[in-house]
């Protein structure tokens, strides 16, 4: 089993659209989470950490079940500027190290 | 806003040859950090750096790769005898804090092609 896993789409959506983006990791020790976006050929850029009672930021929310081993991300009235790739992100506690999904790639249409 | 700064942003080798790649951090984070990105595929962990020293490595940071904090604000990969398959994306990233809690900002790489 991959220690991070993501469905890699593309998700091709219109501009205003409600998009959700799933993750699974397998490390039950893990203790941080995150979601970052990168564009193409560009730096993973940290959009949010993810949290056990959830969180938002904006038009984004991160939901995070420590019993499914799940991690999601919610992006609401999606705008072409969200168009980018979506790395799921974990670190095992003990572990210095952050391990990457492969990425989901987002395509929002006008 | 601080940022995470590399250089080169692009570095083209002869395979056999020597690389240096630089970093400068976050001014006030403690922990360093190596990843690399194969076109095509994911970001994978190299090296992690505290204290002054190597705090973890993959199996992918063998004996030719290594790393140096050269003064209070360089942070450099060395490559030693550069391989065609360490053509890559190469990130440094820094955080404030360590294990558990561990926020990670990246610099926007080096490209290193490898000829």
């Known amino acids: 089993r991959k220690e991070v896993e993501q469905d890699p789409g593309p998700f091709n959506v219109p501009e205003g659209a409600t998009v959700a983006f799933n993750c699974t990791y397998s490390?039950?020790?893990?203790?941080?989470f995150f979601w970052y976006r990168q564009d193409c050929r560009k730096e993973p850029k940290l959009l949010m950490s993810v949290y056990s009672s959830g969180n938002e930021d904006g038009r984004f929310t991160a939901q995070l079940n420590r019993a499914s081993q799940y991690i999601s991300l919610l992006i609401r009235d999606s705008k072409l500027s969200d168009s980018a790739t979506y790395l799921c992100v974990v670190n095992p506690g003990s572990s210095y190290k952050l391990i990457f999904g492969s990425g989901t790639r987002l395509l929002v249409r006008p | 806003e601080p940022e995470v700064t590399q250089t080169p942003s692009h570095q083209v080798t002869q395979m056999g040859q020597e690389v240096i790649l630089r970093c400068v951090p976050i001014s006030n984070h403690l922990y360093f950090y190596w990843y690399r990105q194969i076109l095509g595929q994911k970001v994978e962990f190299l090296v992690s750096f505290y204290n002054n020293e190597i705090s973890e490595k993959s199996e992918i940071f063998d004996d030719q790769f290594s790393v140096e904090r050269p003064d209070g604000s360089n942070f450099t990969l060395k490559i030693r005898s550069t391989k065609l398959e360490d053509s890559a994306m190469y990130f440094c990233?820094?955080?404030?804090?360590?294990?558990?809690?561990?926020?990670?900002?990246f610099g926007p790489g080096t490209r290193l092609t490898v000829l």
């Open positions: 490390n039950s020790a893990s203790q941080s």
């Open positions: 990233a820094s955080s404030e804090r360590g294990p558990g809690d561990n926020e990670q900002f």
